[in-house]
């Protein structure tokens, strides 16, 4: 009796050590608001999803492999819950698996390339909702931007934050067959600063197309700098393509905490090489926590097209109205986002 005892007290301390060792989170954020759309003399309203943050349902999980080694995954979906469309349990936001250690990490799988993750960093309304500049595929049809957000195959290398300096390196397989046209191949960079309140950070990435003309090159800065009541930002990003393509932006912003809550704003001028088709974007919202995990919001943003250019101003969830040649396009959103 004794022994059986003493073998059950083993086994569940066995059984408790091993589950301090690997943890598994369940995660996700769910978006909704009400949005109406301008441009061209007519109007949208309707719901939208993703105002503030992409709503998203995940799983990510950490095994301590003993002398500092650690390994994780993390699997990542996208929700559509202004219509219950689960279209992205199909893990196409994210979904690697890492070793992790002193030496940084190493990620295999579907991820964010290092290009676009700096301009959603130094857009004060990221990339979600009517107010981002969006500074990423900006060439739109003109090119190969398959890998604009996200690239499949992957491998990255994170380096450790070595006193506030940091690097990724990015490299993905376009999975072509040997001898054959080079697709979709990905190589990209980010390297940076972060400590206190200075925050500064530089981007590349380059995609193959099926010709060099529609070879995809896109480039970034940004930079923050935190003094608590204020803190502006900048973004400089320039993309183009081998057919002599080029688009650059130039977006300062500030966010200003103002009690349980903080005011957003940018302004966004996008420059077509050789061309009157630009655009600006101006943008003003206001986030109010509720708590830690519950945010309510509300942004109004206007598209001021030039030349032939017909940019217009739009969300998930809620197409905009046609925007006509060298006209104008507004949009006004309101929304909560729960965190969990």
């Known amino acids: 009796m004794k022994k059986s005892l003493l073998a059950l007290a083993a086994l569940t301390a066995f059984a408790g050590a091993a589950s301090a ?148 390196v990015m490299y993905a397989f376009g999975e072509n067959v040997s001898g054959g046209v080079k697709t979709n191949n990905y190589m990209g960079f980010r390297v940076g600063y972060a400590a206190g309140p200075i925050s500064v950070h530089a981007a590349y990435g380059k995609t193959e197309g099926a010709t060099d003309a529609a070879d995809h090159k896109a480039m970034n800065f940004g930079g923050s700098f935190d003094l608590g009541f204020i803190k502006p930002s900048l973004m400089i990003a320039q993309e183009k393509n081998g057919a002599g393509a080029k688009v650059t932006a130039i977006e300062p912003g500030i966010m200003v905490p103002l009690g349980a809550g903080v005011i957003r704003a940018s302004y966004a001028r996008h420059d077509v090489k050789n061309s009157d088709n630009d655009w600006n974007k101006i943008a003003v919202g206001y986030l109010h926590n509720l708590s830690k995990r519950t945010t309510v919001y509300a942004t109004y943003a206007r598209v001021g097209n030039k030349g032939t250019n017909a940019r217009a101003v739009a969300n998930n969830g809620l197409a905009a109205p046609a925007v006509t040649p060298g006209g104008n396009a507004s949009g006004i959103e309101f929304g909560v986002r729960h965190a969990f």
């Open 21 to 168: 060792q690997s943890t598994v989170t369940l995660f996700g954020i769910v978006d909704a608001g009400i949005a109406r759309l301008s441009a061209g003399g007519t109007s949208k309203t309707g719901m939208t999803n993703s105002g503030y943050n992409s709503s998203r349902l995940g799983f990510r999980g950490v095994e301590d492999l003993g002398g500092g080694l650690q390994a994780g995954f993390w699997l990542e979906g996208q929700l559509s819950n202004d219509d219950g469309n689960a279209a992205g349990m199909n893990w196409q936001r994210r979904s690697t698996v890492s070793l992790m250690g002193g030496f940084g990490e190493i990620r295999l799988g579907r991820d964010y390339t290092p290009h676009f993750w700096n301009t959603t960093v130094y857009d004060p309304f990221g990339t979600n909702g009517v107010g981002s500049a969006n500074t990423f595929g900006m060439l739109g049809a003109a090119a190969n931007v398959s890998t604009a957000v996200r690239s499949n195959n992957a491998i990255s290398y994170f380096t450790p934050n070595l006193g506030g300096f940091s690097a990724q």
